[in-house]
């Protein structure tokens, strides 16, 4: 790897650090001033700020784990985090979206699992109603996973479709010749 590619990994990195901080900070007024304070009404009937725990994972699944299931969580999620900078490292300097979506994965399992780790639960606080329907509580980090799976997602799609017409411009030019 040239110093030009590293350095644009590095900005990457320095990308997933500020998401890191921006959902520890949000955490920490999530918890000085929705804890005991109440819930905030941000937008009536969609979106509130209120303060909730989840000692599990996604939607609270295996929060019945107690202490065992913390650390089991929390080793699987820096296992996790491990490979996700693995893969960030071998990921061509070239794939934007990849890196992209590597460090919003990597920044939101460490804001997680910091707080699985600290406080033996995550803070989430973004509340998403409508009607009566009812997502979930999450969090910064929550949503720097999911879009950065999102990412991978829509990759997978057009990576496959560039393959696709590739494989078709190169039909047609054998077509061509004959």
């Known amino acids: 790897m040239n110093k030009k590619d590293f350095l644009w990994k590095l900005g990457y990195l320095v990308a997933t650090v500020s998401v890191f901080f921006l959902d520890q900070a ?3 007024w999530a918890v000085k001033r929705l804890r005991f304070g109440g819930d905030v009404e941000v937008i009536p009937g969609l979106l509130n700020f209120a303060y909730a725990t ?3 994972v996604a939607f609270s699944m295996f929060a019945e784990g107690g202490d065992t299931g913390r650390w089991i969580l929390s080793g699987l999620a820096f296992f996790a985090a491990v ?3 693995y893969f960030f490292w071998r990921t061509p300097r070239s794939d934007d979206r990849i890196l992209g979506a590597l460090a919003l994965l990597l920044a939101g399992i460490l804001g997680n699992v910091v707080d699985r780790v600290r406080l033996g639960y995550v803070v989430d606080f973004i509340d998403v109603q409508f009607g009566n329907w009812h997502y979930p509580t999450f969090n ?3 949503i720097a996973i999911c879009t950065g799976a999102g ?3 829509l990759d ?3 990576t496959r479709n560039d393959e696709k017409e590739a494989k078709e411009k190169k039909e047609e030019k054998e077509t061509a010749r004959e």
């Open 156 to 158: 997978m799609f057009l």
């Open 83 to 85: 490979l996700v900078l």
């Open 26 to 28: 949000s955490k920490a």
């Open 151 to 153: 990412l991978l997602i």
């Open 54 to 56: 989840n000692t599990g």
């Open 140 to 142: 910064v980090a929550d």
